[in-house]
């Protein structure tokens, strides 16, 4: 028995893992949210840069710049830095772009950019010198005048470079953000100010692993001041506030981070799955975080646990006021067979059980007063009603024609002892096992019945991501049915092992024969 | 049909129709007993034997033949519902000219007609012979006399009422029985097929195929799919009516690739079999010869249930709005429609009422199907009909397998 539950988890996962590979590939034939038009972006980051920082991270968030399963280069802030300098001295069409991301990535690019401007003819080298301009602004040096020259702003940064090579080292920033942690003080924060992005990896480590409010008010600090966004802790931050920065923060990194860091070899050799849309989302997964719903932006886990509970309240109601139904109704239809009776319920039945459930919703959605959860609860019941009744009876048939019905009969015991004591028990295990099967179909149903009622469960948020074309939602919603409706499969196996032993022996045998062979 | 002829011992015993086979192999009159390396005399080819009995079973069966001829009905409702309902004439002479089944044919001097106009300017010998309700599904208010959220009355011009645009509900519902109908029969079509080619290739190769198919069967077999078909629908970027279809069948074939396999399985496995292939008969022979016969009945069953289930998934999916795309009528759209306006009674009924009769007639004739095709009802009954009359027709088989209990009711 073990070995069967065993078994199909270990089934599942790889199956999952297929049905989350298919699903993810259907959704990137989706069109960009943000739009792919090369020229249209490039004219709007002329035209609104911030507009286009919006858009852009919003590509991000979604991992849109990556590609769908595979990378045969994964980009780190070395790769993505020496482009961007080609980009800007080659002085095409797509400059201004790298410019802009240049400037975005920062002291981190520094190191690769730097040390190159003394290869470069001279009229590049200032090109180059003026494109960083920003950085500088942000590290609080030069003046606009200086900066703005290209000979002059060219000299400047060869002597930045001359003179603080060596702060751009991860051992000296780790050292400096050390004791920024340990006793913050303002000329601590300035040195880090100066190694500008660079120091954005230790920092954001160290906001993880700190609780002083002081120091997490100077390591905030200094990640605002180096990206230009995100939440400041202040001393005066409540708990929630501090949760919700460093989380903002924590997953800012995990989409952002290959701007700053590089990757050494082996991580490069991983970069080729996880640099892809579906690496980022599996291991973001692994961390419980499923993603940002492209519908409102909330994250996908936050809205999976809000939204859950009342969809599998519903079924979960559903199912028991069935069953609760369905045995009695079955048993009486079984134990007065060929009646009135049990015409009447196999008419009743037939019907109900070819009724749609949208149907039987919306005509009680129509019927006046206030029913709350009750009238989808039945709505939801009518259908598997039916069909777990019309199961029972025949269950339940079959098992009074057996001999030792017959042989408590002969012995004197009244009717309904027999039916309810001897035979129900028997009767019972088709009807429970088909509980594995009722869940999905009930889940299938729960959905329409949500949105006809306007019950904000996992339906009527999903029909509203059908409507906006939420991928990401899409996807976590259909491995989550995939998985809840596998456990109930699992369930009901287990559950007919208990209810009967020669299940139980035979699943055992099949097992040992499948290790043998 | 030699293989038929095998001595009784090695009968297949599938379940679908021991019945006719065993009634021949106990008796087999002088003129077959051939030895099996001869060519056969002429034999009534067994399986439409079979298929006659099944025929002749459901006959006895009255519920079964008011299924039938229910959706027979619907049927004709649908081939003929320009007939019925239409924004053009049957028949009509406008200005010299005749036009038979304008609605059909779309001449192009009609482009934008309506019965009201074709009467109007029929021009001197004119005539023109309007439909049972002169409206058509797509037709607006666009007269004094259409006005939406029409009440139904016996007067002519709206026998059910209009709704908020004020077109016509027969004509909706008339035209939404062909959406209903043909929808169902292409999507039942497309997923029959795959799964039987499916189906009969895992049975037949076994092996990694076979393990793919049963794999991907179970993994489908998990979703409801309702939500599956929601999902893909909103994935599609330009959902159309065919995407719908490949949708359905894509999520609606696990059934039949199982019943085709496990008979596959069973049938090549027989010593008859194996005689056919000692003598030669190649794969493609067995398969057709042998393994379909015995596969149809199954599969028939398993179709007239998609059927219903197809039919149900497609409303609802149109009830939920995510369906066939732009103004094609159908009831799971006309459905949508009364949740914004309650009052209106008459386009919750009609079409909930249209639809319920469908599902009910096709579960009822697919239900008289499987009876008809159930060993053990036979074996206890004799095949009488009394064993439908008296409602144990409605027997379901113990086991996850009948199409009928995956939830394609729950839609």
């Known amino acids: 028995m073990l070995r069967h539950v065993l078994r199909r988890v270990l089934w599942a996962i790889p199956t999952l893992f297929g049905v989350s590979l298919v699903v993810f590939f259907v959704t990137t034939l989706l069109p960009d949210p943000a739009g792919e038009d090369a020229d249209a972006t490039l004219s709007l980051l002329e035209l609104d840069p911030f507009r286009f920082d919006e858009l852009d991270e919003k590509r991000r968030q979604h991992f849109l710049d990556l590609p769908r399963f595979f990378n045969a280069r994964p980009a780190d802030v070395r790769t993505r830095a020496e482009e961007a300098l080609a980009r800007v001295v080659a002085a095409d069409a797509t400059s201004t772009l790298a410019a802009h991301r240049l400037v975005r990535m920062g002291g981190a690019a520094l190191p690769f950019v730097l040390p190159k401007l003394d290869n470069l003819p001279p009229t590049q080298r200032g090109r180059v010198a003026v494109v960083l301009a920003p950085i500088a602004e942000r590290m609080g040096l030069g003046d606009a005048k200086v900066l703005s020259d290209p000979e002059q702003a060219a000299l400047f940064w060869q002597r930045f470079w001359e003179d603080r090579a060596l702060d751009f080292t991860s051992p000296a920033v780790r050292r400096a953000v050390h004791r920024l942690v340990l006793h913050g003080t303002d000329i601590r924060e300035k040195d880090l100010v100066l190694v500008d992005t660079f120091a954005l990896t230790e920092t954001i480590a160290a906001m993880q692993t700190t609780t002083d409010r002081e120091a997490l008010h100077r390591l905030t600090s200094l990640a605002v001041h180096a990206t230009r966004r995100g939440h400041r802790i202040t001393p005066a931050s409540s708990d929630a506030d501090v949760e919700r920065a460093i989380s903002d923060w924590r997953a800012w990194w995990f989409i952002h981070k290959g701007d700053y860091e590089q990757l050494d070899g082996a991580e490069r050799v991983a970069g080729s799955l996880t640099e892809t849309r579906y690496g980022r989302w599996m291991l973001g997964a692994a961390k419980g975080e499923l993603g940002l719903s492209t519908r409102d932006g909330e994250p996908i886990t936050r809205k999976l646990f809000a939204r859950a509970p009342l969809t599998l309240g519903l079924t979960a109601l559903a199912m028991l006021l069935s069953y609760a139904l369905a045995i009695p109704l079955g048993v009486l239809a079984a134990w007065r067979r060929g009646t009135a009776i049990d015409t009447t319920l196999a008419f009743v039945l037939f019907g109900l059980y070819s009724m749609p459930t949208f149907l039987v919703a919306q005509v009680l959605a129509r019927t006046p007063g206030s029913w709350s959860l009750t009238a989808p609860v039945v709505a939801l019941t009518v259908g598997s009603l039916a069909t777990l009744s019309r199961y029972q009876r025949a269950s339940m048939l079959d098992v009074i024609g057996q001999d030792y019905v017959r042989t408590a009969r002969a012995k004197g015991l009244s009717a309904f002892r027999v039916v309810v004591v001897h035979a129900l028990r028997n009767a019972m295990l088709p009807t429970v096992t088909l509980a594995g099967l009722q869940f999905p179909a009930l889940l299938g149903g729960a959905f329409v019945v949500e949105e006809v009622f306007a019950l904000p469960g996992l339906g009527w948020e999903t029909l509203r991501a059908v409507e906006t074309h939420d991928a990401p939602w899409l996807v976590v919603i259909v491995l989550v049915t995939a998985v809840v409706t596998t456990l109930a499969i699992l369930a009901s196996d287990v559950a007919y092992g208990v209810l009967d032993p020669r299940m139980r022996e035979s699943f055992g045998r099949r097992g040992r024969r499948e290790v043998a062979a | ?411």
């Open chain 2, 1 to 411: 049909m030699t293989e038929r002829t095998t001595p009784p011992g090695e009968e297949p015993f599938d379940g679908a129709m021991p019945l006719q086979t065993r009634k021949r192999s106990v008796a087999p009159p002088p003129s077959e007993r051939v030895p099996p390396s001869m060519p056969p005399p002429a034999l009534v080819p067994a399986p439409e034997g079979t298929m006659r009995q099944v025929l002749a079973r459901m006959r006895r069966s009255r519920h079964a033949m008011l299924g039938l001829v229910a959706i027979c009905g619907l049927f004709l409702l649908s081939v003929f519902a320009d007939l019925l309902a239409s924004d053009l004439p049957i028949l009509c002479r406008v200005q010299g000219t005749t036009y038979v089944l304008p609605a059909v044919t779309h001449p192009a001097a009609l482009a934008g007609w309506d019965n009201a106009r074709v009467t109007a300017e029929a021009g001197p010998g004119g005539f023109s012979l309007a439909p049972l309700v002169p409206y058509g599904p797509r037709q607006t208010a666009s007269g004094a006399d259409v006005a939406p959220l029409v009440a139904p009355s016996l007067s002519r011009a709206h026998p059910l009422g209009t709704d908020a645009f004020g077109r016509d509900v027969f004509a909706r519902l008339v035209h939404g029985a062909r959406t209903a109908m043909s929808i169902a029969l292409l999507a039942v079509l497309a997923f029959v097929s795959l799964g039987t080619l499916l189906g009969a290739l895992a049975g037949f190769f076994g092996g990694p195929f076979d393990g793919l198919v049963s794999r991907i069967v179970e993994t489908l077999t998990a979703f409801p799919t309702l939500i599956l078909v929601l999902v893909v629908q909103a994935l599609v970027p330009h959902p159309t009516t065919a995407t719908l279809l490949i949708t359905l069948a894509l999520t609606r074939w696990t059934e039949v690739a199982r019943l085709v396999r496990a008979e596959v399985i069973l049938i090549t496995s027989q010593d008859y079999v194996l005689a056919a292939r000692a003598l030669g008969a190649s794969p493609a022979r067995v398969l057709w010869r042998h393994v379909a016969p015995n596969a149809r009945a199954p599969v028939l069953v398993s179709a007239t249930f998609g059927l219903a289930s197809v039919v149900l998934i497609e409303a609802a999916l149109d009830f939920l709005r995510v369906g066939l795309p732009g103004p094609v009528p159908s009831w799971g759209e006309m459905l949508s429609e009364s949740r914004d306006h309650l009052a209106a009674w008459w386009l919750l009924v009609f079409p909930g009422l249209s639809l319920f009769l469908s599902v009910v007639s096709l579960n009822l004739v697919g239900e008289a199907l499987r009876d008809a095709l159930d060993p053990r009802l036979h074996a206890a009954v004799g095949g009488s009909g009394a064993a439908h009359a008296a409602g144990d027709g409605d027997r379901p088989t113990i086991a996850p397998s009948s199409t009928a209990f995956d939830g394609t009711t729950h839609a």
